[in-house]
């Protein structure tokens, strides 16, 4: 289902109640279709709740957020619920995968929304993500699994519907040097295989550094990252 899926922000603001000022005030935001841009900050900046923003999870107080001409703002819950499972990939820090089942029926997940019966071509492409991803058991169980393999399931089950956009919060956090340079790996290489456009929330300045486009959230504010 990936198509082209530019992202067109404006006059973004979150503000909670009690705060004087808003945590994010975002005057413009533009993303080309395809293309990826890398996130940081520092902690309790409001890195996640742009990213939830930015995913249709949370509703900011005033602002719009179109993607491919869809302003998810707008959206009543359902629809905006319908557009975020056909559209949107994520790949959450903590995995949210479940462990009393199978890596293949975690990557399966997304299609059980929509589907009373899960297709054979469906099931082919759950095991040829979990291949691509470097795991070949596709009947182990979850909970067996280390870090870098749960989030490499994670990775795989993102895909899994062929979205046109792929988000993903401290996709390599936890992880050690090796396993973060593998995960960075995977993600960008399923991504651009999948024509997909990216936003990825890190740390990671080796991560950050292979984006299209890098911005610094600081103060409710996004600033360009100087290239290296």
């Given amino acids: 289902m990936s198509g082209d899926c530019d992202l067109r922000l404006r006059d973004l603001a979150v503000q909670f109640a009690g705060q004087e000022t808003p945590l994010l005030r ?5 993303l080309a279709a395809g293309s990826s841009l890398g996130i940081s900050g520092a902690s309790g900046a409001g890195k996640t709740t742009l990213f939830h923003c930015l995913a249709g999870i949370a509703r900011p107080t005033a602002g719009q957020i179109a993607w491919a001409g869809v302003d998810i703002c ?71 699994l280390s870090r870098g393999e749960r989030q490499r399931v ?33 993600l960008l290489e399923l991504v651009r295989t999948e024509g997909a456009t990216l936003i990825v929330i890190s740390h990671e300045p080796e991560l950050l550094a292979r984006m299209d486009q890098r911005l610094r959230l600081e103060h409710g504010v996004l600033q360009p990252i100087a290239a290296a």
């Fill in 26 to 30: 975002i005057a413009a935001l533009d």
């Fill in 74 to 144: 707008a959206l009543p819950p359902d629809a905006l619920g319908r557009w975020r499972h056909r559209h949107l990939g994520l790949v959450f820090q903590d995995f949210h995968l479940v462990d009393g089942l199978s890596m293949l029926d975690n990557v399966l997940l997304p299609a059980q929304f929509d589907r009373w019966k899960r297709a054979p071509a469906l099931q082919q492409r759950a095991r040829d993500l979990l291949a691509a991803v470097g795991l070949s058991a596709c009947d182990r169980l979850t909970a067996l």
């Fill in 154 to 186: 994670a990775l795989a089950r993102a895909m899994l519907l062929q979205p046109a956009i792929v988000m993903a919060d401290e996709p390599t956090a936890s992880l050690d040097p090796d396993h973060r340079a593998q995960i960075g790996d995977l």
